[in-house]
């Protein structure tokens, strides 16, 4: 998925520094710049962005108050990257639970971690996995997705509907993309934690059951009596609810975190 930016920066030198970095991103698309208040409230109020980055002195104003002006044109803030090269704004920053702050000149480990951040909190917030394939973006709802495995350094996405889709990215890269209640309990397996229904961390295994009430067909021949003619008629179907209980193996790498994320709960 893409996402759009602006630039409120009053340093010409600082802006290109930032622009130049922000090209290694393409999925982040430069939609405008301003260099004044004044400037910065009317580009932002227009384009509405996904993503600011606000220098924090702009002349004789601060980029926090740019913040209190701009809600105004907002249900919900755009995400918001403070840029400064005094360092004293950093605490106020923190404060204010902007998504990151960054020091002038800016440091490409630094703003690697800020959108790294954004992304997460976009997932999170809108619970949507946006995947790139070669025919297209796809979307999956996070909530849909039941566990992910894999498979000779790509991943299988499992939904609960127990499709499964084929996606040329590692499980590593899922692990560091996908919201804190995915949980990696295996070198293969990534689980959707609302689905677990039972850890046993004696023989090393985690059980799913997604509870959809998928309901299957089955051939089942039985013999009715119809009361008004007395005549027998067939009936070969019946309804049952689908196994939709899957059990994967989990490993000693992963189990002291697997307990203390899982077993937080009252014993009896």
């Known amino acids: 998925m893409n996402f759009t930016y602006v ?13 130049n970095e922000l090209s ?3 999925f982040l698309i430069n939609i405008g ?21 606000l220098d924090v002195e702009l002349g004789e104003k601060k ?32 404060n204010n639970d902007y998504l990151y702050f960054l020091e002038k000149p800016v440091d490409p480990d630094e703003l690697f971690l800020a959108i790294e951040k954004f992304k997460n909190q976009h997932i999170t917030e809108n619970r949507i996995l946006d995947i790139k394939k070669i025919d297209g973006h796809y979307f999956y709802a996070l909530d849909d997705i039941y566990y992910l495995k894999s498979v000779s350094n790509k991943t299988i996405i499992v939904k ?30 990534i689980v959707n934690t609302k689905f677990v229904e039972k850890l046993n961390t004696n023989q090393r295994n985690i059980v799913l059951n997604v509870k959809s009430g998928i309901i299957e067909l089955h051939k089942n021949k039985q013999e009715f009596i119809n009361l008004n003619s007395g005549n027998t008629f067939g009936f070969d179907e019946s309804l049952l609810m689908k196994n939709t209980k899957v059990e994967l193996p989990i490993s000693n790498l992963y189990l002291d975190n697997i307990k203390s994320t899982l077993l937080i709960y009252h014993k009896i």
């Open 7 to 19: 630039i409120i920066e009053d340093n010409p030198s600082a802006k290109q520094t930032l622009k």
């Open 24 to 26: 290694n991103y393409p």
């Open 33 to 53: 710049e301003a260099g004044t208040y004044s400037e910065g409230k009317k580009l932002i109020a227009e384009k509405k962005p996904a993503l600011i980055f």
């Open 63 to 94: 980029g926090y108050d740019l913040i209190n002006d701009i809600r105004q044109f907002f249900h919900r803030l755009p995400k918001i990257i403070m840029t400064t090269a005094h360092t004293k704004y950093g605490k106020e920053s923190t």
């Open 160 to 189: 609960t509907d127990m499709s499964e889709s084929e996606v040329s990215k590692s499980l590593k890269e899922f692990a560091e993309l996908l919201p804190p209640d995915f949980l990696r309990v295996h070198k293969c397996y």
